[in-house]
Nanobody, 122 residues
Framework: VQLQASGGGLVQAGGSLRLSCAAS????????IAWFRQIPGTEREIVAA????????YYIQAMKGRFTVSRDITKNTVYLQMDSLKPEDSAVYYC????????????????WGQGTLVTVSS
């Protein structure tokens, strides 16, 4: 599976962005697709994930209520809707996938998209 992330950009605090993660190579099925973010010099941290076949989301408590993960079966694409953005949300956002199991550890994910930069100005 190849993943391509897009949708990053510059937004003011309080604004919104929607990131996309388009999958190619095969149709997603029992995959778990996750969004991670990374600030330079820090570890990648998970933001949210979704179990594709069950449409089951997973959220990190700190982002719950502001971030929403969803999927479009017709486009083989996962989205991350980010609302009420804060300057501390500024990071490179990555989507990643693994088969069948949700874990929050980036080391468990086998396929990765390139990052997309999100910058939130104060």
């Amino acid at each position: 599976v190849q993943l391509q992330a897009s949708g990053g950009g510059l937004v003011q605090a309080g604004g919104s962005l929607r990131l996309s993660c388009a999958a190619s190579g095969r149709t997603l099925s029992r995959d778990v697709i996750a969004w991670f973010r990374q600030i330079p010099g820090t570890e990648r941290e998970i933001v949210a994930a979704i179990r594709w076949d069950r449409d089951r989301p997973y959220y990190i408590q700190a982002m719950k209520g502001r971030f929403t993960v969803s999927r479009d079966i017709t486009k083989n694409t996962v989205y991350l809707q980010m609302d009420s953005l804060k300057p501390e949300d500024s990071a490179v956002y990555y989507c990643a996938g693994q088969w069948n199991v949700y874990t929050p550890d980036a080391r468990d994910y086998q396929y990765w998209g390139q990052g997309t930069l999100v910058t939130v100005s104060s």
